[in-house]
């Protein structure tokens, strides 16, 4: 299962920052919003997430000591907490950025930060 979200991660990742590269490309100051960013704002960060608890699921098997534990239970959180605040920062940047743009406003209504289960913590 572990390394099944892994994969979904680096995918995911992978995609998200091929596609904002390539739309980015053809119009350096607009937003990206299709592709899989039509599921996530932040569907790079949201990969990079997976492929990090995912890291933590696989090793769950070989965790035999407490401190195996607490490790790896900090060192998730740690990453996770890094990226989270990242978004935020991002957050900030793009609605300074777009912020006065009816069609960003539009898509930060509908689209969730990170993941759609997320938006209603």
Not at 52 to 69: C, E, R
Not at 91 to 98: F, G, N, P, V
């Amino acid at each position: 299962a572990g390394l099944g979200v892994m994969w979904l991660g680096l995918i995911l990742e992978s995609v998200a920052d091929s596609q904002k590269m390539a739309a980015k490309a053809l119009s350096p100051d607009t937003f990206v919003s299709n592709g899989v960013w039509k599921f996530s704002r932040h569907a790079n960060y949201l990969g990079e997430i997976l492929f990090y608890v995912g890291n933590f699921v696989a090793g769950i098997a070989v965790f035999q000591k407490p401190s195996h534990w607490i490790l790896a239970v900090g060192g998730t959180a740690g990453i996770i907490n890094t990226m989270l605040s990242a978004t935020k920062r991002l957050e900030a940047r793009q609605q300074e950025q777009y912020g006065n743009d009816a069609a960003y406003k539009t898509y930060c209504d509908k689209t969730p930060s990170l993941l759609w289960a997320a938006s209603y913590v």
